[in-house]
């Protein structure tokens, strides 16, 4: 049984790049949630999909956006990259919106230089 | 509003126990959590709490959960060197939305 996978698992982009980052579920999970975790901090929620639909939101701006698939894959895309957008990027799946267990993927470590 | 506190570091040796402390501010968590993150690596669930409980064990891990205090710990029996990592407290916020503090660097001495 698969659990949460994410690639890529490193990235290096320049400033005002555009990224796109994915994650796929733990089997029998339809709920993605997507979070930042800066280096030396506890993750921070950025987004949550269920459904293909965004679900609730955290403090984030519009320059994060995010999609999930039928399949209840997910993306989550950071447009204008700044150097303060560089952290490991975390996806969470669980079932349902409301899911009691979040199993985490590995995560993306994104440096923006 | 929201926020998780954790004490950043705790040093303890092989064999003893470790206790690593959180609070929290959001009455209205349905479920606490702690995960360990080892380096470079996400974020794996150790345990979790619903907040009607005040202790739940499982193997080697203890949880306590005072809520008037909006306290949570998690005792770590034997604690070995295999279990030097990043401990994360997390309260379940609203449509399952994770709340986590800073997390609680745990080194173990041999």
């Known amino acids: 049984d698969a659990g949460v996978t994410q690639s890529p698992t490193h990235l290096i982009k320049t400033r005002g790049q555009q990224v796109t980052l994915r994650c796929s579920p733990k089997?029998?999970?339809?709920?993605v949630s997507w979070y930042q975790q800066a280096l030396g901090q506890g993750p921070q929620f950025i987004f949550q999909y269920y459904e293909e639909e965004e679900r609730q939101r955290g403090n984030f701006p519009d320059r994060f956006s995010g999609h999930q698939f039928p399949n209840y894959s997910s993306e989550l895309n950071v447009n204008a990259l700044l150097l303060g957008d560089s952290a490991l990027y975390l996806c969470?799946?669980?079932?349902?919106?409301?899911?009691?267990?979040?199993?985490f993927g590995q995560g993306t470590r994104l440096t923006v230089v | 509003g929201e926020d998780v506190e954790q004490s950043l570091f705790l040093s303890v040796r092989e064999g003893d126990s470790s206790v690593i402390n959180c609070t929290y501010t959001?009455?209205?968590?349905?479920?606490l959590y702690w995960y360990k993150q080892e380096p470079g690596a996400g974020l794996q669930l150790l345990t979790y709490?619903?907040?009607?409980?005040d202790m739940k064990q499982d193997q080697r891990l203890t949880v306590l959960l005072n809520k008037k205090d909006k306290h949570l710990s998690l005792r770590i029996a034997d604690t070995q060197t295999g279990d030097s990592a990043i401990y994360f407290c997390a309260e379940g916020g609203q449509g399952g939305k994770l709340i986590f503090g800073q997390g609680t660097e745990l080194s173990v001495k041999p």
């Open positions: 969470a799946s669980s079932l349902g919106s409301r899911g009691t267990e979040a199993f």
């Open positions: 709490i619903f907040s009607n409980m």
């Open positions: 959001d009455s209205s968590s349905t479920y």
């Open positions: 089997s029998g999970h339809d709920t």
